[in-house]
Every structure is written in structure tokens, then in C-alpha cells.
């Protein structure tokens, strides 16, 4: 029972706290298991009630753009700044560098940029910046003559897709292998010596809806 000195409603400050412990919990908690980890875990180790969560963030996106969208901004920062680089390759090497490193020790995070959720605009707007990013990196860098030109948006796409995998299955004993096979993918990248591909590339539809598929 409360007492007299409890207040009957929670208080602005107290809704506050309230949500910046869901962020808090919900972070560690999608960074360990990905995107679907139990929200009522989530609730119960912040010591709230999951109707509680739901009224700060009535859906599981609600909940994950709160908790990635800091981290995403701060990477579109620096995605900004390795497009500013005077040198197109080094801007182009940096970038994929800060794409995988961002993925790298936060699971959930990896789930977030490698999926669409086409019903939150929010998301569509965030992913859609990431993608015009890594087009003018892409395009800076074609221009220049130093990355193959039928490489595409996809391709990029495909090496998070990649990383994501490679740092979930060497996390815990190896948590650094993802540089090599960034590395290994950014010699294949440069324009010089380059084959023929076998397969054409995804088409826009194409990458959307496989993006889209994994938040199903």
C-alpha cells in the first residue's frame, strides 16, 4: 500500500525515470540478444511493470528507436565526416570501417541497420539517410576511379549483412575477425584488377524487401 506521502499518479519526474530505465535495460538487453528480446525481461529488470513499458512505448519499434536511434545518429555523424575526407578511398574505407565497428559488440544494434520496418517512418527516414550516405561514399569513390564500378548499394548492404554474422559467431572468441573480412571485402571493392561478377546485383525492390523480410 502507498503511503500518504505517495503520490496517486506517477509524477513527470518519476515518468521520466521510468522510461529512461526502459531505454537503459532495453539497450543492454537488444545488445546482448538482438531486436527480439523479451520485452517483459526488459520490464522486469528495470523493476517496472510491463504495462508500464507499454505505455511509454506501445510498440517493440517504439522501444528500439529509442534505444538506437543516439547510436545511429552518431553514426550518420561520422559517416558525414569520412565523406568530408579529402582522399575518396580513404573516405570510402573509413566508412565501411565505422559501419562494421558500429555493428561490432551490440548484437540488436546489427539487427536494426540490416532490417526495414516499412509501417515507422521514423525508421524508414533514419535508414533512408544511411542509405544516401552510403551512396555518395559510393559514388565519390566510383567517380575517382579507386572502387570497381558495378558495385552498388546492395553490395554494401550485403557486407553488413555478412559482418553481422561474422561478429555473432566470433564475439566471444575472436571479437576482432570481422576487421579481416572487412578488409578481404575491401580489396575486392578496388577497382584495379577487378573480374566479371557471375550474378547482377540486387535491384532497389529486391534489397528493400530482403530488408524488410528480416523484421518480419
Given at each position: 500500500m502507498p503511503s500518504a506521502a505517495d503520490p496517486p499518479f506517477p509524477t513527470r519526474r518519476d515518468a521520466r525515470r521510468n522510461r529512461d530505465l526502459f531505454i537503459e535495460y532495453a539497450q543492454a538487453a537488444f545488445a546482448e540478444l538482438g531486436v527480439d528480446a523479451s520485452l517483459e525481461q526488459i520490464a522486469r529488470d528495470a523493476g517496472l511493470a510491463i504495462g508500464t513499458l507499454y505505455r511509454h512505448f506501445p510498440t517493440r519499434v517504439d522501444l528500439l528507436v529509442a534505444a538506437f536511434e543516439p547510436k545511429l545518429r552518431e553514426f550518420l555523424d561520422s559517416a558525414e565526416d569520412a565523406l568530408a575526407m579529402d582522399d575518396p578511398w580513404e573516405g570510402f574505407c573509413t566508412f565501411l570501417e565505422v559501419l562494421c565497428r558500429t555493428q561490432a559488440g551490440d548484437r540488436g544494434f546489427n539487427d536494426f541497420i540490416s532490417m526495414r520496418f516499412p509501417a515507422d517512418e521514423r525508421t524508414e527516414s533514419l535508414h533512408n539517410r544511411l542509405c544516401e550516405l552510403t551512396t555518395d561514399v559510393l559514388a565519390r569513390a566510383q567517380t575517382a576511379g579507386v572502387v570497381r564500378p558495378d558495385v552498388t548499394e546492395a553490395d554494401i548492404i550485403s557486407l553488413i549483412w555478412a559482418n553481422s554474422r561474422i561478429i555473432e559467431a566470433t564475439s566471444h572468441a575472436a571479437p576482432q575477425a570481422w576487421r579481416r573480412h572487412l578488409h578481404l571485402m575491401i580489396d575486392?571493392?578496388?577497382?584495379?584488377?577487378?573480374?566479371?561478377?557471375?550474378?547482377?546485383?540486387?535491384?532497389?525492390e529486391q534489397l528493400y524487401q530482403a530488408m524488410a523480410h528480416l523484421s518480419e
Open positions: 575486392g571493392f578496388q577497382a584495379a584488377g577487378r573480374r566479371e561478377l557471375p550474378e547482377p546485383p540486387l535491384t532497389e
